[in-house]
């Protein structure tokens, strides 16, 4: 069993939160594990917790449009993982007790991943792995830079959907993440 497979299989039964009794799948992440970019969202939803699987939901649909635009895929070049790897119920924000419990799962797939760029969807991801202040509004789409990793925000797919205003602002976003892939990273895109 090589490091990844390892992982996944202790995440696959974890119990170091109450979210464990109500969870039916452990949402782990998808992704070449040799990818240069990361997403991380906040956690999963009720499609994700279905079916095991990140961003399958309509929001899932649209962050994988607004990849392909800058021909990133799950299937080839990015990394999806979320902060929580098991949906709260009703989809209730987790609690920071759930969120301190799980913190070391997405702390190891950046470890073996070593990612070129992160990029947080959503306020609270990029509260997490940007700065704890970060403001969502005023500082999507900007670079910046912690342990030698690239980060950089964008509006959360869902939030997009509920607000189809920051459609145009996305999209450069895009243009802007595209144009630093070049710079930066290895891989042909
Ligand atoms: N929202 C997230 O943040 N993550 C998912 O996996 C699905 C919806």
């Known amino acids: 069993m090589n490091e990844w497979e390892d992982l996944k299989a202790r995440c696959l039964t974890c119990k170091r939160c109450g979210l464990a009794d109500t969870r039916l799948n452990v949402v782990f992440g998808e992704?070449?594990?040799d990818a240069e970019v990361l997403?991380?969202?906040e956690g999963p939803g009720e499609q994700e917790d279905l079916t095991g699987h990140p961003f399958v939901g309509r929001g899932g649909k649209l962050l994988d449009d607004m990849l392909e635009i800058i021909d990133l895929s799950r299937e080839k070049n990015v990394y999806i993982a979320n902060m929580v790897k098991c949906r709260p119920p009703q989809n209730r924000d987790p609690m920071n007790i759930e969120q301190q419990a799980c913190s070391q799962w997405l702390e190891e797939q950046i470890r073996l991943l070593h990612p070129k760029i992160i990029i947080c969807l959503g306020r609270i991801a990029a509260m997490t792995y940007i700065r704890e202040d970060f403001k969502i509004s005023r500082e999507h789409g900007q670079w910046f830079e912690k342990d030698g990793i690239l980060r950089i925000a964008l509006f959360h797919p869902a939030a997009i959907l509920r607000d189809p205003r920051r459609r145009p602002e996305?999209?450069?976003?895009?243009?802007?993440?595209?144009?630093?892939?070049?710079?930066?990273?290895?891989?042909?895109?």
């Open 39 to 41: 997403c991380i969202g």
């Open 170 to 189: 996305t999209f450069d976003d895009l243009k802007v993440i595209q144009a630093k892939i070049k710079e930066v990273c290895d891989h042909t895109y």
């Open 31 to 33: 992704g070449p594990t």
